[in-house]
């Protein structure tokens, strides 16, 4: 499977921005079977799991650092998956990136196969 993460840029605190990750299946598994996930790389940091649903998206992860602000979605019939992000904050700052694997059960770096190339996000006023 290929991804291919969009939507970034330079938005104020407070502000909102909508990740997109587009989803090219290259194999036999159509999107509807992929966990699907977005991370995030803050300079010197590692990369982090922020929100992560598995194939039947009824089982929604939030790290405690967005839940509340940010929503996972996914339009298997079109083939990608959304981050969107409200009220950001400078900690939010980071190299955002999206995966998707058929058997994550956890939204950790280790448990996902696909990566897109990641998307800058900075938060400053």
């Known amino acids: 499977v290929q991804l291919q993460a969009s939507g970034g840029g330079l938005v104020q605190p407070g502000g909102s921005l909508k990740l997109s990750c587009a989803f090219s299946p290259t194999g036999t598994f159509k999107m509807e079977y992929y966990a699907i996930g977005w991370f995030r790389q803050a300079p010197g940091k590692e990369r982090e799991g922020i929100s992560c649903?598995?194939?039947?998206?009824?089982?929604?992860y939030y790290d405690d650092s967005v839940k509340g602000r940010f929503t996972i979605s996914r339009d298997d019939d079109q083939n990608i998956f959304y981050l969107q992000m409200n009220d950001l904050e400078p900690e939010d700052t980071a190299v955002y990136y999206c995966?998707?694997?058929?058997?994550?059960?956890?939204?950790?770096?280790?448990?996902?196969?696909?990566w897109g190339q990641g998307t800058q996000v900075t938060v400053s006023s």
């Open positions: 649903t598995n194939s039947d998206d009824d089982s929604i």
């Open positions: 995966a998707a694997d058929t058997v994550a059960i956890r939204c950790i770096e280790a448990m996902y196969g696909a």
